[in-house]
């Protein structure tokens, strides 16, 4: 009867009791486990409690709204953050996901209603908004669950739009003013020149030198246009063979991977890809690095093509790594800042991912470009 008792307080969580024996001693060892059990189980279950009670609390306290729904679609789990985003106070356990989300903005909505991860822009009540949802599917006492994380990044990308723009001008600017300041010297000395007829024979290495910084001048700002309106990838297939020899004609620069080996085309935009291992095979002549010390290497892994520019530079510091695809950003005295950025867009246009690290075996000497393209791009 005591373990019956025992056992169905154990069913029904309640842990205030122990069983006492004081008439049979062959069942002491079985009470005093059956206590022990009790016991552990009680700690157990106040040792879960106090985790649920942290998990729940962070829940509620996170900036990203959350909202956890069960297999039949109902809401089990959201935070405060949840209710902010769909603009109630009331608590939205038990609802049916899809109603609560009825008076969300379309956009997200309908992403939601999709189960995809991603950014989501869009206006409501004029002003422009961006959310990156975030779905995972999982099992919890095992049934499938349903998780939806929505942050909000419309202040940080405002932010970082402004930061660029102000970035932007300051580069534009000093750009204008480094070659204004040379060129109204020169004007004011060819005007001297024209007033000195015997000097008359240095106007053609004035009007020379201006039209340099002109044409340069221009470079820049046709580098920047060019970095604005980047066009859809052209995609086709493209013989890999005599492209690879194509970049070997315009940059002296071998590809050391055997060709035979690789499948005999590639589908990409040719006139992009090119321009993009031209750019980097550029940059990796700039680094310092010997001509015979820089390497272009093509492989597939993963069912994905691997374009590898090694080189035996100075290679970079670990802030230059962090830094080196965003706008602007160079470590040349005369560089735009754009030329990795663009090969970079080039890059996820494609579907592919670019990145630069140090050549850690060769003791950190050098930097290693490295970009993938799918074999069967969208």
């Known amino acids: 009867m005591a373990f019956d008792i025992g056992l169905r307080g154990l069913k ?201 910084r002109i044409d340069n001048l221009n470079r820049f700002l046709v580098q920047y246009a060019n970095f604005a309106k980047l066009p859809k990838p052209q995609i086709e297939s493209v013989a890999l063979p005599p492209f690879l020899e194509r970049i070997r004609y315009l940059t002296h620069i071998a590809c050391r991977s055997d060709i035979a080996k690789l499948p005999a085309t590639i589908v990409m935009d040719s006139a992009q890809i090119e321009q993009v291992l031209i750019n980097l095979i550029k940059n990796a002549k700039e680094s310092g690095s010997p001509i015979d010390a820089i390497h272009l290497d093509v492989a597939v892994v993963d069912k994905r093509w691997v374009f590898s520019i090694a080189d035996s530079g100075k290679g970079m510091s670990d802030e230059q790594l962090e830094q080196a695809l965003l706008p602007f950003f160079t470590t040349k005295a005369n560089g735009t800042g754009l030329g990795l950025t663009l090969c970079h867009d080039i890059v996820l246009a494609h579907g592919g991912k670019l990145k630069v690290q140090n050549n850690t075996d060769q003791g950190h000497k050098g930097v290693t470009v490295q970009f993938t393209l799918p074999q069967a791009p969208n």
Not at 121 to 131: A, M, V
């Open 12 to 212: 029904d969580n309640d842990f205030s009791f122990s069983i006492v024996n004081e008439q049979y001693r062959e069942f002491t060892l079985l009470v005093d486990n059956f206590n022990q059990l009790k016991n552990e189980i009680s700690l157990a279950r106040t040792d879960l409690f106090q985790r649920e009670q942290l998990l729940s609390h962070l829940v509620q306290q996170a900036a990203d709204a959350l909202i956890l729904v069960d297999h039949n679609h109902h809401i089990v789990l959201h935070n405060f953050a949840a209710r902010q985003l769909l603009n109630t106070s009331q608590p939205l356990q038990g609802q049916v996901f899809s109603d609560v989300i009825a008076s969300m903005a379309a956009p997200l909505r309908e992403a939601s209603l999709k189960q995809s991860s991603g950014l989501v822009s869009f206006s409501h009540n004029d002003e422009n908004l961006c959310y990156n949802l975030s779905y995972q599917s999982l099992h919890l006492r095992n049934s499938k669950h349903h998780l939806y994380v929505y942050k909000n990044l419309t202040h940080e990308i405002e932010h970082k739009q402004s930061h660029i723009w102000k970035q932007t001008i300051r580069l534009i600017s000093h750009e204008l003013n480094n070659s204004m300041a040379p060129m109204k010297s020169l004007v004011l000395s060819a005007q001297k020149i024209v007033a000195q007829p015997e000097h008359h024979e240095l106007l053609p290495e004035v009007f020379s030198t201006l039209t340099s």
